[in-house]
């Protein structure tokens, strides 16, 4: 059953409602084309410039098999990974991302550290420019 233009303004209230609810106004657009999603989705993944280079090694390690292995068990261990962000994502839908959910998820004592600990993970797994 298709949704109406109703329904989806009640959506849009609601989380408009959760976003006052989180200490923000909602001020952005928040929808992406299919295009965009998929431009986003395959510069996050990287799969040309990230597992090409890797052929070589596992096909001279372990040969066609581990390279069909290791690609659905990684894959199926990223799915895993991206679902649970999602979770996360959508209960606190905001630009901070990581670190908006790092105060929120860690206990008060802990957040300092939690925080830091998020950061620097995160921009250890930046692409670097260079050597």
Known sequence: MAKSETDSGSLYDHDKAVLEKLGYKQSLDRS???FSNF???????SIL???????ADALQSGGP???IWGW?????FTLMIGLSLAEI????????GLY???TRLASADWV???SWVVGYTNWLGLPRNGP
């Open 112 to 114: 300092p550290l939690a």
């Open 65 to 67: 098999m581990t390279v």
């Open 49 to 55: 410039s990230g597992l090409t280079p890797l052929y």
């Open 32 to 34: 992406l084309s299919a």
């Open 39 to 45: 431009g986003v989705t395959f510069s996050c993944c």
């Open 89 to 96: 994502c959508s209960a606190f839908p905001t630009t901070g």
């Open 100 to 102: 908006f959910w790092t």
């Open 72 to 76: 659905l068990l990684v894959s199926f």
